[in-house]
């Protein structure tokens, strides 16, 4: 697999403002000593019996800089504490999958076309197909950048791991290094949504095709069902102090077919919850991307700044995260709003 553009514009809309951004991730893979030498495998393309597992960091979006070797002394600590060798690499999410892409090409092993989470980014640990399913997520060996190594053998709470991840993080500096979630390929089968990086890679290429903003629009309602929900010019991007996040609030004053709106985005790493007038637009768990209205690419929150004109767009996640359980895990009342989840692309029915 070489085609790296698309995959890391494709994940960056489905980031939702989180990840990592694409031009950084184009960068490090192109500049690897391994250069194109990353594979992509379905979930079918394993035995059985062959273990795979996910790797990500937890930090704040945007502070520091990430030491991404550090990702192999926390896989091979996890192999030591299996007994068996990793036979392929999950993203922990889709928009940060670049620590799973760097650690395949590294290693010579499989980049899984799947993620823990089901096609999209979340700014906690607990917010995945794991914490869905109430699955503990240990074994984890957690590295941060000065070699120091912590190893999780049995949590039964993933929120309160979150904590100590974080904690763990923002003590060594912004980052910490994950291996977790050893899992047979029978069972991965049956747990996680796949194809995920395929449609990360396809979306990116239909977005790289666009020249234009209607060509653009009508791209992301065939490649995912998006729709374009706003439109402008950003006024304001109100930060706020949310230790081992990237965490605020865009202002958007709206500009041709939506002049005269004023929208506000609200961030916790990803965009959480679109406002228009200060009434529901679009929340978690489905997706809110903003792209650049000039250059048709999509944005990072840690890149946004006043005076960008913006498209932003809504995208319905994956049926599983539509579930009452799904919207009770991962739904707007999880970051403190009283606003009723209400599934984009209903009102079109």
Known sequence: ??????LFVGSAFFACGGGVPYEDSISLMHSSTRGANTYLVSLDGFSPDDWLCTVYAIGASGHGQKQYRSFLLAIKCLEEHLGAKIKGVIPGEIGSEINAVWVANQKSIALVDADM??????????MDIYGLYNIPTTPVVLVNDQGDLIVVKVAHDSSKLENVYRAFAIASGGYCYIASRPISQVKAKVLLPGKTVSMAISTGRKILACKTV??????????????LLAAGKITANVLNDVPGFLSGMLRISGSATFSGKAFEVHYKNENIILLCDDEYMCSVPDLISIVDAKSLMPLSNSLLQKG???LVFGTPALPIWRTSKGVAILGPAQFGFDHEYKPIGCEDK
Request: aromatic share 4%.
């Open 1 to 6: 697999m070489g085609d790296y553009r698309s």
């Open 214 to 227: 209607p060509q653009l629009i009508d791209a992301l309602r065939e490649s995912c069902d998006s729709r």
């Open 308 to 310: 960008n004109n913006v």
């Open 117 to 126: 989470v089901g096609g999209r980014a979340v700014p906690e640990e607990q």
